[in-house]
């Protein structure tokens, strides 16, 4: 089984619609992370949260909300969806290495269509 | 915050060595070196990082400059399973930063 996963992997919503992407982790990590990717371009980190009680805008967080429900389980919400949100999102979480630094470790992706 | 600038892509004959460079002219004494691949309809992948010195895994290897503004990951004898897009990211220590540039896209020729 696969230690970050992602729901739905394909959605397809309308302008207007409210809408949750779900991220779960079975790797007990207390970091976890939201970024998006747009075509041709690298990734960029809408929100991250260091444990359940902490949670950090990145560097594009308009439009964006989540909740961390549990060490667990990252959910990233788009409260009203417009167009400029299609994207492909990606969850991951990090943790600590023995040589210094962390390691990032990513879910599938769900790819979103605004219509 | 210190940016990466890559190749946007590469080419290599299957079972050659590779070599990805990356310049980080503006790195910090505390900025990690990370490499990740981005395999097709899939998330990314860590290969490895570093801070100062040489990095061996099983995957790969990193080898930075003495100044630290240059790296090159070096993948040993290509597959055609390792065609991805590479991206060379800093890290500030402690920090949960990573600003992901646009990547070289490893093509592997059989």
């Known amino acids: 089984d696969a230690d970050v996963t992602q729901t739905p992997r394909n959605r397809i919503t309308k302008t207007g619609k409210r809408i949750m992407l779900e991220c779960s982790q079975t790797k007990g990590h207390d970091r976890m992370y939201w970024y998006r990717q747009d075509p041709g371009l690298g990734l960029r980190l809408i929100y991250y949260s260091f444990d359940v009680k902490d949670i950090n805008k990145g560097e594009i967080s308009d439009g964006y909300s989540v909740s961390r429900q549990a060490q667990a389980k990252f959910s990233l919400s788009l409260e009203s969806a417009i167009p400029n949100q299609t994207a492909l999102y990606f969850c991951?979480?990090?943790?600590?290495?023995?040589?210094?630094?962390?390691?990032?470790?990513f879910g599938p992706g769900t790819r979103l269509l605004v219509l | 915050d210190a940016k990466t600038t890559q190749p946007n892509s590469m080419e290599s004959n299957e079972e050659e060595p590779v070599h990805l460079p990356c310049n980080h002219s503006?790195?910090?004494?505390?900025?990690?070196i990370h490499w990740y691949r981005q395999l097709p309809s899939q998330g990314p992948e860590y290969v490895i990082h570093g801070l100062t010195s040489n990095v061996n895994n099983r995957m790969a290897s990193l080898a930075i400059a003495e100044d630290r503004k240059s790296s090159t990951l070096i993948l040993h004898r290509a597959t055609l399973r390792d065609a991805a897009v590479y991206y060379c990211i800093l890290s500030l220590i402690g920090t949960y930063k990573y600003i992901f540039g646009t990547g070289t896209r490893l093509k592997v020729l059989a």
């Open positions: 503006t790195i910090s004494g505390t900025d990690y």
């Open positions: 991951a979480t990090s943790d600590l290495t023995s040589q210094g630094g962390e390691t990032q470790y």
